[in-house]
T-cell receptor, first 114, second 112 residues
Framework: EPEVTQTPSHQVTQMGQEVILRCVPI?????FYWYRQILGQKVEFLVSFYNNEISEKSEIFDDQFSVERPDGSNFTLKIRSTKLEDSAMYFC????????????FGNGTRLTVT | AQRVTQPEKLLSVFKGAPVELKCNYSYSGSPELFWYVQYSRQRLQLLLR??SRESIKGFTADLNKGETSFHLKKPFAQEEDSAMYYC??????????????FGRGTSLIVHP
């Protein structure tokens, strides 16, 4: 069964550095998402992406964040100038259609900002 | 804004006991509700959704619009049901967004 893959599984970075989290969505899916989960808190929506542009974003997704689909397979989340409070589990997900289709999640990237 | 509340962080039961994981939501329209599950060392995955009205792995959930609830139930818990369970809501076609909003999750532990 096809899966969403995320790399790396764990990323440690220093405050102020830029990080890029990578995701390969399921190949025939059209919608891509990033969520994050700070330890002990809820899974929070960051951004959704369709047809090479952002379709929705949350208040969390400020100018520090950006997403890109640089080629036909990868979907990346860039965090510029990381802060301690960016430490979280970041989940990528994809879905076939947006209208009620379930999300297929990756295993997540644990980001630790020191 | 819509909100999903899972009041229990942890639910601990013995094998064979009934299980009910609570989920309440706040949204005045007609939402679509889902339950996602994350087993140990596995990815978050869809368990069931209210529009399907199906039973998956013995679990069922009924949308109660009067009580704005979507509790997940199973009559006889099994050890393999131990996992993190997340309730999620989308606004549906009337709300103009299909982006799921998640609750904070309930950890279910089923003891032998």
């Amino acid at each position: 069964e096809p899966e969403v893959t995320q790399t790396p599984s764990h990323q440690v970075t220093q405050m102020g550095q830029e990080v890029i989290l990578r995701c390969v969505p399921i190949s025939n899916h059209l919608y891509f998402y990033w969520y994050r989960q700070i330890l002990g808190q809820k899974v929070e929506f960051l951004v959704s992406f369709y047809n090479n542009e952002i379709s929705e974003k949350s208040e969390i997704f400020d100018d520090q964040f950006s997403v890109e689909r640089p080629d036909g397979s990868n979907f990346t989340l860039k965090i510029r100038s990381t802060k301690l409070e960016d430490s979280a589990m970041y989940f990528c997900a994809s879905s076939e259609l947006i209208a009620g289709s379930p999300l297929h999640f990756g295993n997540g990237t644990r980001l630790t900002v020191t | 804004a819509q909100r999903v509340t899972q009041p229990e962080k942890l639910l601990s039961v013995f094998k064979g006991a009934p299980v009910e994981l609570k989920c309440n939501y706040s949204y005045s329209g007609s939402p679509e509700l889902f339950w996602y599950v994350q087993y140990s060392r596995q990815r978050l995955q869809l368990l069931l959704r209210h529009i399907s009205r199906e039973s998956i792995k013995g679990f069922t959930a009924d949308l109660n619009k009067g009580e704005t609830s979507f509790h997940l139930k199973k009559p006889f818990a099994q050890e393999e049901d131990s996992a993190m369970y997340y309730c999620a809501l989308t606004l549906g076609p009337s709300g103009g967004s299909y982006i799921p909003t998640f609750g904070r999750g309930t950890s279910l532990i089923v003891h032998p």
